[in-house]
Structures are given as C-alpha cells and as structure tokens.
C-alpha cells in the first residue's frame, strides 16, 4: 500500500472516529431529553394524585420505582437528590420530606412483614431510616411526624408500647392476650428467651407456652431454634 492510501485510510478512520462520537452525543442529548421530559410528566402526575399517592400504598411503590428507575430520590415532589425542607417551608406546610420518610417506613414495613411477622420497634425503624438516608439524620421527631401521618391515613394497624419499648404493627397480627403477655416478656428480655424462662415467666403450663409460640411463629413473629441449652424463642421485631 502507498503512502498515499495509507494517509488516506487514516484520514477516513479518523473522520469515522469523529462522526462516531458525534452520533453518541447526539444520542445522549436526545436521551437526556426524554429523561428530562419524563421528569416534567412524573412532577405533574404527583402534584395532580398527590393525596391519592398518599393513601394508596400501591400506587406510592409504584412511584418510588419509576423515581428509582430515573435516579430521583425516594421522595415525593423532591428533585434534588438529598434535599430536606428548610424550617421556614414547614412553618408553610410544605414538609414533603415527612411524606418521604412515610413512604420509605411502608417499604421498610412491607420487608418486616417476611422477618418479624409485621412487627417493629420504632427504634429500630430509625436506625433503618438512617441507614438508608443517603447523609440526612433522620431524627426522632421526624420519625415520629412520619408514623402520625401514617396513622392518621390508616397506613399502619397501630402503635403500642410493651415493657417502655414503643411497637409499630404494620398488619393486625390478630394478638391473644396470651400473645400479647409473651411479647411484652421478649421485650423485657431484648427479644430472647428460652422455652423454660417463657413458663417461669407466664406461670403458664408448658402446652399453654407452645401453643402461643407456635401462633407467633406461624406468624413469622417469632423465630424457635435448637440449642444445646434447650429451645430459644427469638422476636427479631422486639430485640
């Protein structure tokens, strides 16, 4: 090959090069474009069913996954990744970032319900929040203005305290007050016990014992394990 023809097809790769890397930036613009538009469409569609997203825990997951899928944060009408209203905007009532925390503490929920039977301690529930909180404090006080607009839309079966522990029940677990006696000791206990400390405790038989802990575990409220000290009765919910 001539010098000439080996300028040449350098010329033309490079040329290639260049048109190449023109096609992807255009692709990219247009791609951003579209993921911008769907930004406009999505802000929209929760400002116009913005109390129906509320209520309905269904349509809110849905809105978290599509907000995942275009890399916004987990927070309804929140563009800006890690924003958190200023004390001046919730003096006006416009605190979405309670709305947020009720929304990620029903996903947290929805997963406790497989671990704990739909059981969980509000501390517990904080530390989660915290953990997931991409550098925000999630403090107890939001915590707490989060789980009142929970309840105060029906989102969550109640709260309770056990034993100064406070409680959330993301379902109704259809509790005994034998059930509710034993869940109250696993709380003084942080969350374990034997078969053996359940009778000293309830003063109840050992059948009475087992057939609640059966309806706990039935529940997945409650966890039974074989040890060599005998069987251990753990609550992952109370721990």
Not at 22 to 43: G, T, W
Not at 50 to 76: F, H, M
């Amino acid at each position: 090959m001539g010098l000439r023809r080996i300028e040449e097809k350098i010329t033309q790769e490079a040329a290639m090069k260049v048109k190449g890397s023109q096609l992807a930036l255009k692709s990219l613009d247009e791609m951003s474009k579209r993921i911008r538009n769907l930004h406009k469409e999505l802000q929209k569609l929760e400002a116009q069913y913005k109390s129906d997203i509320k209520k309905n825990p269904d349509l809110a997951q849905k809105v978290l996954t599509l907000r995942e899928e275009l890399g916004l944060p987990l927070a309804i009408g929140i563009y800006d990744v890690g924003s958190k209203t200023s004390f001046k905007d919730r003096l006006k009532g416009k605190d979405e970032y309670v709305n947020y925390l009720g929304l990620r503490i029903l996903e947290i929920g929805k997963m406790t319900r497989n671990k704990t039977g739909g059981i969980l301690s509000v501390s517990d529930l904080i530390l989660q929040l915290n953990d997931e909180s991409k550098g925000i404090v999630v403090s107890i006080e939001d915590a707490n203005n989060a789980l009142k607009l929970l309840s105060s839309n029906g989102l969550l079966h109640q709260i309770r305290t056990l034993a100064g522990m406070k409680i959330i029940e993301f379902t109704d677990p259809e509790l005994t007050q034998d059930h509710q006696r034993i869940l109250e000791i696993a709380a003084q206990a942080n969350g374990q016990l034997s078969m053996t400390e359940l009778v000293q405790k309830t003063a109840w038989t050992i059948e009475r014992v087992e057939r609640s802990i059966d309806v706990l575990t039935d529940k997945k409220i409650a966890i039974k394990s074989n040890t060599l000290d005998g069987v251990v009765i753990s609550f992952p919910g109370v721990g």
